[in-house]
């Protein structure tokens, strides 16, 4: 039976072609992360690490590489946005994952439509399905069993608002399948929609 299984200690290195723990974490919701900065410029990226942590009170969090602006921002407002990926916002997600400086709107980079808040003052996507209007409950840094720095940053946010597309509810209930999300899954450039994978390169 061992043989049918390989087994590797990620400190030592995995020994394949390419590195497959995010092809295994999968497939894992989009962390489309809307943000003020102190002198109200809006911005939106993508996280591919985010997740639902708690449900009473809804909490939801994403992970950063690096400390970048998403971070950065929530920290000076204490305020955020997740908006739901659909397949129609696919192309648009990733035209905000091109690395710019700060201070660019990626809502009109991307020609995306913004809407205001209703319980935060972050705008989020007009279009999206779903948008969790959050406040900030603590940002952890991680780090690893030696003590040291990850350089990955955890935000925690306790939802305030919720927005639903009135077209994605059927009777009284938020349809997933309906709304056609789009989901991180396996290596550099793959996502999975209806069960099947596509690609969206990242500009560069």
Not at 94 to 103: D, I, L, Q
Request: charged residues 25%; glycine residues 8%; aromatic residues 10%.
């Amino acid at each position: 039976m061992e043989d049918d299984v390989y087994f590797f200690r990620p400190d030592a290195g995995h020994g394949l072609p390419h590195d497959p723990f995010k092809a295994i974490v999968a497939p894992r919701i989009i962390g489309w992360i809307s943000s003020l900065d102190g002198s109200d410029n809006a911005n939106l990226a993508p996280y591919s690490f985010c997740s639902a942590m708690c449900s009473k009170p809804y909490v939801i969090a994403f992970s950063s590489e690096g400390y970048k602006d998403s971070v950065r921002n929530i920290e000076a407002t204490r305020e955020f946005a997740w908006n739901f990926v659909s397949r129609e916002l696919a192309e648009q997600m990733n035209a905000t994952s091109e690395p710019v400086k700060h201070g660019v709107d990626e809502f009109r980079l991307a020609g995306i439509e913004s809407s205001p808040g209703q319980a935060i003052q972050v705008p989020h996507v007009a279009a999206s399905p779903a948008v969790m209007e959050c406040r900030l409950l603590n940002v952890l840094e991680l780090k690893n069993l030696d003590g040291a720095s990850t350089d990955h940053w955890v935000v925690f946010g306790q939802v305030v608002g919720v927005h639903i597309r009135r077209k994605y509810l059927r009777d009284g209930l938020f349809d997933t399948f309906l709304a056609d999300p789009v989901l991180r899954a396996g290596y550099r450039a793959d996502y999975m929609h209806g069960g099947k994978r596509i690609e969206l390169y990242r500009p560069s």
